[in-house]
């Protein structure tokens, strides 16, 4: 595969150019004291010289004294919030003079742009699209606001402490997906952009960042950069059984035990990439003329998630936790033949009292052997 290089100021030519082709261009920005996802028109909203430091319900901004624009790792934001929408309205009616009238909503979103979403997302993308678009029932919002997205995804060039995307291979290089994949790279002298395109490449992007082929040794400073993230994984998940040995383990003590931690305050489902559970709501107005129907996201961990004439099925903190732990680590290979899991490390960072999934499984897998 032919790989290219640009020079780092370059990237405003590609966000204008994006924007010019049509595309809202969704990207890191620092806000509101993290690195999050959204719309941005300039380079300069990119978060250069920020990098964030994450643990077990710990998320902090520092500035640091590199140049870099991609040197933190993941918000609380990914694609998913973009692709299928917090809150989305279905369809509105109206009565009136005997008459109902029902519309349905058109989604007229304008296509995204995803510049410097990090591989582990690429990847949750790819895991959202077997369960919302490539199923027999295909969602519509989010299969008709996927097709249309651009992807431009950065290679980790930094492991956050919290991240575990080598044990699910979800990163830190962009693998599949990508309409064109990049790395960042910074030495004593320059500051430049590696670009692979991708396999779905259907756009020239490359000429408006008057990108030329690479140098091998310019190849070779990106890929020690990414093999020295992989070698200093904040975390692992030795994933070999896990997925039989929860599906065994449905009556374990340590459940409990996790149960009296976890306030179900539904966090870890909120901001992972891959949870796509929501529920169905519908609004009148005080007149009873105009109703609404929506959508929004709703979390397992809810009680009313699973109420059923009269009551809750899943009633005990427990049975949530369990729920959720088990449908991302083994549940969903028997659904959709893989893990539910890109080892992204948010459910860890922004879980307020510290449960950490990679801990875990690690006692469950401790007190079986
Ligand atoms: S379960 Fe946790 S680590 Fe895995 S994808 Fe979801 S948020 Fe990321
Ligand atoms: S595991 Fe943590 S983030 Fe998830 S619901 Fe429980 S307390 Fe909240």
New binding site residues.
Partial sequence: MQVYRFEADALNALIATLRERGYKVIAPTPMDGAVVLGEITDAGQLPRGYCDEQEKGVYRLKKTDRDAFFDFNVGPRSPKRYLFPTNHVLWRSRQENGRLEIYSESDDEKPFAFLGIRPCEMKAVAVQDRVLSKGPFADRIYSNRRQKALFIPVDCTRAGKTCFCTSMGGGPEATEGYHLALTEVIDENRHFFLARPGEENSVNLLECMQAVPATAEEIKQGRDLIEKTAACMGREVNTAGVAEMLAEYRDHPHWEE?GK?????????MVCPTCFCFEVEDHNDLTGQNTERTRQWD?C?NLSFTYQHGGSVRHT?KA??RQ?LTHKFSAWHDQFGESGCVGCGR?IT??????DVTEEIQMFQEKTS
């Fill in positions: 996790i931690r976890c306030m179900n305050c539904t966090n870890c489902t979390s961990f903190n949530r936790y959720w459910c922004w879980c307020p009292v510290g449960i």
